[in-house]
């Protein structure tokens, strides 16, 4: 397994790799068939890496175990793979609610909980966007994770933090529960794009679609709101590309 996103951290990609998968063998592990799904699916699916890292899926599912969460709702869940871990992570007695806005992707994700018996995860079709506003949970989630439209990131913070309010009825995430939002950092790129960054002299030249949009901007807001926020407790995790963290204090 191929731990690309930890170049930089140790002196060569060959130590990166090395300490990435000692690291991996050190950590409580995934169910084979699981990252058996990923390995196909990075063999297999030309977007394979909109999917975590099966390290992040491990590290990320420790601190669903820390918090003892046992419903976890997922913005962005191209084929499953990190939905299955949550369910992994949950229990049988957990659930998992995704939201995705690909007829396609939530079809593969959907027919990846079949092939693989997992009956506590669903997905809501749509735009998160729209889809997230709508829910309206029995019991308030105890970990939301955030990895659809990097664009959208701030507008998903808001809704969480306007829908979690003290003594709401229905509110979305719990006292104590976690928010995760993947891609914080985009190689870098959010904390440095200037032409110190060899990463961002790169993607100017080959991605020059990408640099039209505002997904920079729209991190770099993201980043700020978790830290401004009186209601949050945050840490922002320099690993993989860039994992925000926070604990909502009320
Ligand atoms: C990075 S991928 C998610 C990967 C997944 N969490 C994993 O690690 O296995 C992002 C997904 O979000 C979906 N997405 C993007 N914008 C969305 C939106 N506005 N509403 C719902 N889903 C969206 C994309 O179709 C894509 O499948």
Redesign the pocket.
Known sequence: MKHCEAAGLFPNEKVSERVFSYATAHTATLPQWLTEYHADICANEEKSN???STFQAQGMNWLGRLIGAKRVL?I???VG??TMAWSYCVGPDGKVTG????PQ?ADMARRAFQKFGIKNTEVVDG???ETLSDLQPSEPYDLIFI???KS?YPSYLATILEKSRPGSSSRLLRPGGLVLADNILRRGLVADDSIDNPQAVKEKLERAEYWKGNDLEKLREFNDMMVKEERLDPFLLPLWDGVGCAKLLD
């Open positions: 909109y999917m975590i997922e962005g869940v191209y793979f990190s939201l995705e806005f690909s992707y735009d998160a966007l990895d659809a439209n959208g």
